[in-house]
């Protein structure tokens, strides 16, 4: 999946006005060896050999003229010292989520060109597995980032009430610290299914018991933000009221809201041929975890993490595990 100065190492570079007026040295001097080389008719391969000497000192001729004027070019702008530039972040990241142990497909997510993995968080009886301590060594090794999903029976519209949502984010909190999830990154919570009108009001009450439950399990104070998965509507209404710091909209466009929700943080927009998920973006605007004694993660052009939802172990909890953004 990322802050700014806190993670990356500033870069160090020439004024720009320095870099210019070099660039228009070496044209200058280009021109003059055209010029000075050229005596009258074409000097080709063949003849190299017989006025081998006379090409040295055209050339040697060319140093001479250009020498001076690189020395100007050099001095005109005068170094001003090094300036400190701001990392700079490409447009957007790609990643995927996957249903289970994405550890052992890990090596064909990063070869597909993606930087991080969502993992799920998921009720002790569930049958699908939930992200374990190992999996998240492993993608971490990859130098994958990890989104963290909460999913229980997200897709039944009589499951959100203020109790359920309270208990749902006591166990998500466990699983976060099970795994070494760093404290100020996100665990989003899904709402799968198309709510509209009357039905965002029991979700309004589901996020405020995950509010809740998440400062109660770390002594009145909660250690991770709150995301939410769903349609355009419940990400949109949830982000207004501030129950969700980042939003994660479903790629059902058909559902409401969704083809006008412009707010979001991830988005899922169609499927991987080759790997068994999601394909999803970030988009990136706030600092993304990343190891704290780390320097930014090597991104390609198209990558980029713009919030703080991605989690990857402390380099410290790397050999104790047996989790982007």
Request: with cysteine; hydrophobic share 35%.
């Amino acid at each position: 999946m990322l802050p700014q100065s806190a993670f990356a190492a500033l870069t160090i570079n020439k004024p720009k006005r320095v870099q210019n007026s070099l660039t228009v040295c070496v044209i200058v001097s280009t021109k003059i060896r055209l010029k000075v080389a050229q005596p009258g008719r074409r000097v080709g391969r063949r003849d190299e050999n017989v006025q081998g000497n006379g090409a040295r000192i055209l050339r040697s001729k060319t140093l001479i003229l250009a020498l001076p004027l690189l020395f100007l070019a050099g001095c005109y702008n005068p170094d001003q010292g090094p300036v400190a530039q701001q990392p700079r972040y490409p447009a957007r990241a790609q990643g995927v989520d996957v249903a289970t142990d994405a550890g052992h497909v890990a090596h064909h997510i990063k070869n597909n060109g993606l930087d991080f993995v969502a993992r799920y968080y998921r009720k002790p009886d569930s049958r699908w597995p939930t992200l374990s301590a190992n999996e998240a060594r492993v993608l971490s090794a990859m130098g994958l980032n990890v989104v963290a999903v909460w999913e229980s029976y997200s897709q039944h519209r009589d499951y959100f009430t203020y109790g359920r949502g309270y208990w749902d984010a006591v166990s998500a909190y466990r699983q976060a610290k099970a795994v070494g999830q760093p404290p100020g990154s996100a665990i989003y919570f899904a709402v799968d299914f198309d709510a509209r009108g009357q039905d965002l009001y029991p979700i309004d009450q589901y996020f405020r018991g995950i509010t809740a439950g998440l400062a109660a399990s770390n002594g009145g104070r909660s250690e991770y933000k709150v995301g939410v998965y769903g349609s355009g509507a419940v990400c949109d209404s949830l982000k207004r009221t501030g129950l969700a710091q980042y939003a994660w909209l479903s790629n059902s466009t058909a559902w409401a809201g969704s083809r006008s929700f412009a707010d979001w943080n991830i988005r899922s927009p169609r499927r991987l041929r080759r790997v068994p998920a999601r394909r999803n973006v970030i988009r990136p605007r706030r600092r993304v975890i990343a190891p704290a004694r780390a320097a930014m993660t090597r991104r390609r052009r198209r990558h980029d993490l713009r919030s703080q939802q991605c989690l990857r172990p402390h380099p410290a909890r790397r050999a104790a595990l047996s989790q982007s953004l």
